[in-house]
Protein backbone atom coordinates (compact mmCIF):
# COMPACT_ATOMS: atom_id res chain seq x y z
CA UNK A 1 0.00 0.00 0.00
CA UNK A 2 1.47 3.20 -1.18
CA UNK A 3 -0.19 5.65 1.38
CA UNK A 4 -0.06 4.06 4.84
CA UNK A 5 -2.47 6.48 6.72
CA UNK A 6 -5.27 4.52 8.86
CA UNK A 7 -8.22 5.51 6.55
CA UNK A 8 -6.52 4.61 3.48
CA UNK A 9 -5.43 1.13 5.00
CA UNK A 10 -8.92 0.53 5.59
CA UNK A 11 -10.41 1.30 2.32
CA UNK A 12 -8.06 -0.76 0.68
CA UNK A 13 -8.63 -3.90 2.90
CA UNK A 14 -12.74 -2.99 2.69
CA UNK A 15 -11.77 -3.26 -1.42
CA UNK A 16 -10.34 -6.63 -1.06
CA UNK A 17 -12.79 -8.17 1.13
CA UNK A 18 -16.39 -6.85 -0.06
CA UNK A 19 -17.71 -7.88 -2.94
CA UNK A 20 -20.46 -6.43 -5.21
CA UNK A 21 -22.99 -9.51 -3.60
CA UNK A 22 -22.90 -8.54 -0.14
CA UNK A 23 -21.60 -11.73 0.19
CA UNK A 24 -19.94 -12.45 4.02
CA UNK A 25 -16.29 -12.07 3.84
CA UNK A 26 -14.52 -15.06 5.93
CA UNK A 27 -13.08 -14.94 9.14
CA UNK A 28 -9.95 -14.27 8.80
CA UNK A 29 -10.89 -11.14 6.45
CA UNK A 30 -13.06 -9.48 9.39
CA UNK A 31 -9.92 -9.93 11.83
CA UNK A 32 -7.55 -7.92 9.10
CA UNK A 33 -10.65 -5.22 9.10
CA UNK A 34 -11.20 -5.16 12.85
CA UNK A 35 -7.27 -4.84 13.24
CA UNK A 36 -7.26 -1.42 11.41
CA UNK A 37 -10.27 -0.01 12.79
CA UNK A 38 -8.95 -0.93 16.62
CA UNK A 39 -6.46 0.99 15.86
CA UNK A 40 -7.97 4.33 14.75
CA UNK A 41 -8.02 7.31 16.70
CA UNK A 42 -10.46 10.47 16.05
CA UNK A 43 -6.80 12.44 13.95
CA UNK A 44 -7.49 9.24 11.92
CA UNK A 45 -10.79 10.62 9.99
CA UNK A 46 -9.75 14.54 10.89
CA UNK A 47 -11.97 14.53 13.81
CA UNK A 48 -10.82 16.56 16.79
CA UNK A 49 -12.63 15.83 20.28
CA UNK A 50 -12.13 18.96 22.64
CA UNK A 51 -13.63 20.82 18.70
CA UNK A 52 -16.90 18.76 19.02
CA UNK A 53 -16.89 19.07 22.62
CA UNK A 54 -16.60 22.86 22.19
CA UNK A 55 -19.31 22.89 19.68
CA UNK A 56 -21.69 20.71 21.85
CA UNK A 57 -21.20 23.65 24.87
CA UNK A 58 -21.99 26.43 22.50
CA UNK A 59 -25.13 24.95 21.10
CA UNK A 60 -26.52 23.94 24.59
CA UNK A 61 -27.98 25.79 26.55
CA UNK A 62 -26.40 26.84 30.22
CA UNK A 63 -27.39 28.47 33.27
CA UNK A 64 -24.34 30.25 34.11
CA UNK A 65 -23.34 31.66 37.55
CA UNK A 66 -24.89 35.00 36.92
CA UNK A 67 -28.49 33.71 36.74
CA UNK A 68 -28.07 31.41 40.06
CA UNK A 69 -30.28 32.71 42.65
CA UNK A 70 -29.12 33.28 46.26
CA UNK A 71 -30.64 30.96 48.51
CA UNK A 72 -32.16 31.54 51.96
CA UNK A 73 -34.38 29.32 54.61
CA UNK A 74 -37.38 30.59 52.91
CA UNK A 75 -36.75 28.77 49.15
CA UNK A 76 -38.70 26.57 47.61
CA UNK A 77 -37.73 23.44 46.10
CA UNK A 78 -39.66 24.52 42.75
CA UNK A 79 -37.68 27.14 42.74
CA UNK A 80 -34.64 25.67 42.98
CA UNK A 81 -35.98 22.99 40.47
CA UNK A 82 -38.23 24.54 38.57
CA UNK A 83 -40.69 22.27 35.93
CA UNK A 84 -38.06 21.79 32.87
CA UNK A 85 -39.69 21.69 29.47
CA UNK A 86 -39.18 18.45 27.32
CA UNK A 87 -36.39 17.89 25.59
CA UNK A 88 -35.97 15.57 22.34
CA UNK A 89 -32.42 13.62 22.20
CA UNK A 90 -30.11 16.15 19.91
CA UNK A 91 -29.62 16.04 16.67
CA UNK A 92 -26.99 13.86 15.26
CA UNK A 93 -23.61 14.70 12.93
CA UNK A 94 -22.58 12.29 9.89
CA UNK A 95 -19.50 12.31 8.43
CA UNK A 96 -19.10 10.77 5.10
CA UNK A 97 -16.15 9.09 4.30
CA UNK A 98 -16.73 7.28 1.33
CA UNK A 99 -19.49 4.46 -0.49
CA UNK A 100 -19.02 2.30 -3.39
CA UNK A 101 -20.92 -0.67 -4.86
CA UNK A 102 -20.09 -2.90 -2.37
CA UNK A 103 -19.29 -1.09 1.07
CA UNK A 104 -20.05 2.70 2.27
CA UNK A 105 -17.46 4.04 5.32
CA UNK A 106 -19.12 6.84 7.42
CA UNK A 107 -18.80 8.82 11.29
CA UNK A 108 -21.95 9.29 13.36
CA UNK A 109 -21.07 12.22 16.08
CA UNK A 110 -23.13 12.12 18.74
CA UNK A 111 -23.83 14.53 21.33
CA UNK A 112 -24.70 13.92 25.01
CA UNK A 113 -27.60 12.20 25.31
CA UNK A 114 -28.14 11.73 21.59
CA UNK A 115 -30.05 8.51 20.17
CA UNK A 116 -29.74 6.55 17.68
CA UNK A 117 -32.87 4.80 17.80
CA UNK A 118 -33.37 0.73 17.58
CA UNK A 119 -32.68 0.16 13.63
CA UNK A 120 -31.59 -2.79 11.53
CA UNK A 121 -29.10 -3.77 9.02
CA UNK A 122 -30.81 -5.85 7.12
CA UNK A 123 -28.60 -8.38 4.63
CA UNK A 124 -26.01 -6.43 6.14
CA UNK A 125 -22.05 -6.86 7.42
CA UNK A 126 -21.30 -4.37 9.85
CA UNK A 127 -18.13 -3.11 11.86
CA UNK A 128 -18.19 -0.42 14.29
CA UNK A 129 -15.46 1.48 16.20
CA UNK A 130 -16.09 4.22 18.91
CA UNK A 131 -13.55 6.89 18.67
CA UNK A 132 -14.11 8.86 21.60
CA UNK A 133 -16.71 9.15 24.21
CA UNK A 134 -18.53 6.12 25.37
CA UNK A 135 -22.56 5.37 24.48
CA UNK A 136 -24.74 2.69 25.57
CA UNK A 137 -25.58 -0.23 22.82
CA UNK A 138 -28.35 -2.24 22.67
CA UNK A 139 -28.56 -5.11 20.21
CA UNK A 140 -31.32 -7.66 19.00
CA UNK A 141 -31.19 -10.65 16.72
CA UNK A 142 -34.28 -11.99 15.61
CA UNK A 143 -35.35 -14.96 17.71
CA UNK A 144 -36.00 -17.73 14.87
CA UNK A 145 -35.44 -16.49 11.04
CA UNK A 146 -38.41 -18.52 9.85
CA UNK A 147 -40.79 -18.59 12.54
CA UNK A 148 -42.11 -15.62 13.47
CA UNK A 149 -44.33 -13.91 11.40
CA UNK A 150 -45.45 -10.47 11.83
CA UNK A 151 -48.78 -10.97 10.34
CA UNK A 152 -49.52 -13.66 12.93
CA UNK A 153 -48.55 -11.70 16.18
CA UNK A 154 -50.21 -8.30 15.91
CA UNK A 155 -47.37 -6.74 13.28
CA UNK A 156 -44.69 -7.88 15.72
CA UNK A 157 -41.77 -9.94 15.90
CA UNK A 158 -40.19 -12.03 18.44
CA UNK A 159 -36.31 -11.22 18.88
CA UNK A 160 -33.62 -12.36 21.64
CA UNK A 161 -31.26 -9.87 23.31
CA UNK A 162 -27.88 -10.05 22.15
CA UNK A 163 -25.73 -7.11 23.59
CA UNK A 164 -26.78 -4.46 26.43
CA UNK A 165 -23.12 -3.01 26.72
CA UNK A 166 -21.26 0.36 26.94
CA UNK A 167 -18.79 0.99 24.56
CA UNK A 168 -16.19 3.64 24.69
CA UNK A 169 -12.63 4.00 22.72
CA UNK A 170 -10.80 1.66 24.18
CA UNK A 171 -13.38 -1.30 23.59
CA UNK A 172 -12.80 -2.98 20.35
CA UNK A 173 -14.45 -3.22 17.19
CA UNK A 174 -17.98 -4.70 17.19
CA UNK A 175 -18.78 -6.87 13.92
CA UNK A 176 -22.61 -8.10 13.20
CA UNK A 177 -23.99 -9.78 10.21
CA UNK A 178 -26.70 -10.67 8.19
CA UNK A 179 -28.75 -12.56 10.84
CA UNK A 180 -26.12 -12.55 14.03
CA UNK A 181 -24.61 -10.46 16.19
CA UNK A 182 -26.92 -7.94 17.22
CA UNK A 183 -28.26 -7.18 13.92
CA UNK A 184 -30.73 -4.65 15.21
CA UNK A 185 -29.72 -2.03 17.58
CA UNK A 186 -29.65 1.19 19.02
CA UNK A 187 -27.04 3.92 20.00
CA UNK A 188 -27.24 6.16 23.28
CA UNK A 189 -24.36 8.75 23.79
CA UNK A 190 -23.42 8.43 27.66
CA UNK A 191 -20.83 11.30 26.71
CA UNK A 192 -20.79 12.89 23.58
CA UNK A 193 -18.92 10.32 20.94
CA UNK A 194 -17.87 9.43 17.69
CA UNK A 195 -18.40 6.05 16.38
CA UNK A 196 -16.99 4.72 12.85
CA UNK A 197 -19.06 2.45 10.67
CA UNK A 198 -18.39 0.28 7.52
CA UNK A 199 -21.30 -1.66 5.88
CA UNK A 200 -21.71 -3.79 3.17
CA UNK A 201 -23.73 -3.61 1.03
CA UNK A 202 -24.61 -0.02 1.65
CA UNK A 203 -28.10 1.04 2.45
CA UNK A 204 -29.88 0.37 -0.88
CA UNK A 205 -32.83 2.98 -0.99
CA UNK A 206 -30.77 5.28 2.06
CA UNK A 207 -33.06 4.08 4.94
CA UNK A 208 -33.15 1.01 7.19
CA UNK A 209 -35.80 -0.03 9.23
CA UNK A 210 -36.81 1.40 12.63
CA UNK A 211 -38.63 -0.63 15.64
CA UNK A 212 -40.26 -0.27 18.88
CA UNK A 213 -39.98 -2.54 22.01
CA UNK A 214 -42.63 -4.46 23.48
CA UNK A 215 -42.11 -6.55 26.36
CA UNK A 216 -42.22 -9.99 26.00
CA UNK A 217 -45.42 -11.32 28.24
CA UNK A 218 -45.61 -15.15 27.58
CA UNK A 219 -46.75 -16.97 24.87
CA UNK A 220 -50.65 -18.51 25.14
CA UNK A 221 -50.45 -21.24 22.63
CA UNK A 222 -49.91 -24.98 23.67
CA UNK A 223 -46.85 -25.70 21.27
CA UNK A 224 -45.02 -22.85 22.95
CA UNK A 225 -44.63 -24.44 26.96
CA UNK A 226 -41.29 -23.42 28.11
CA UNK A 227 -40.98 -20.10 28.99
CA UNK A 228 -37.42 -19.98 30.12
CA UNK A 229 -36.48 -20.60 27.00
CA UNK A 230 -37.45 -17.11 25.73
CA UNK A 231 -35.49 -15.23 28.72
CA UNK A 232 -34.27 -12.18 26.92
CA UNK A 233 -37.25 -11.70 24.41
CA UNK A 234 -39.11 -9.07 23.58
CA UNK A 235 -41.36 -8.45 20.37
CA UNK A 236 -40.80 -5.58 17.73
CA UNK A 237 -42.79 -3.71 15.85
CA UNK A 238 -41.47 -1.94 13.09
CA UNK A 239 -42.53 2.00 13.01
CA UNK A 240 -41.98 4.73 11.08
CA UNK A 241 -38.35 6.56 11.64
CA UNK A 242 -38.87 8.60 15.20
CA UNK A 243 -39.63 12.46 14.02
CA UNK A 244 -37.09 13.36 17.12
CA UNK A 245 -34.39 11.61 15.17
CA UNK A 246 -32.20 14.35 13.01
CA UNK A 247 -28.96 13.58 11.05
CA UNK A 248 -27.50 16.62 9.29
CA UNK A 249 -24.23 16.33 7.14
CA UNK A 250 -21.19 17.36 8.14
CA UNK A 251 -17.64 17.50 5.85
CA UNK A 252 -14.73 15.09 6.07
CA UNK A 253 -11.74 16.94 7.50
CA UNK A 254 -9.76 13.62 7.17
CA UNK A 255 -7.06 12.11 4.36
CA UNK A 256 -8.14 12.22 1.60
CA UNK A 257 -8.94 8.88 -0.07
CA UNK A 258 -6.79 7.19 -3.19
CA UNK A 259 -9.65 5.24 -4.82
CA UNK A 260 -8.34 2.03 -6.46
Not at 124 to 134: C, D, N, R
Amino acid sequence: MKNTNAVQRLYEICMKVFSDEGEIPPPPAIARLKAVLDGMKPPDVGLDENEENEEERRTNTYLGPSKRRKLSRNTAASDLFPPQPFRYPPDITYVHIHECDSFSMGIFCLPKSAVIPLHNHFGMTVLSKVLYGSMHVLAYDWYDQHQWYPEHFGGMSLAKLKVDTVYNASSGSSVLYLTKGGNIHSFTALTSCAVLDVLSPPYADGEPSYYSIHPYSGLHWKEYKDDNEYEDCVWLEEIEKPHYFNVKGQAYKGPIIEVI
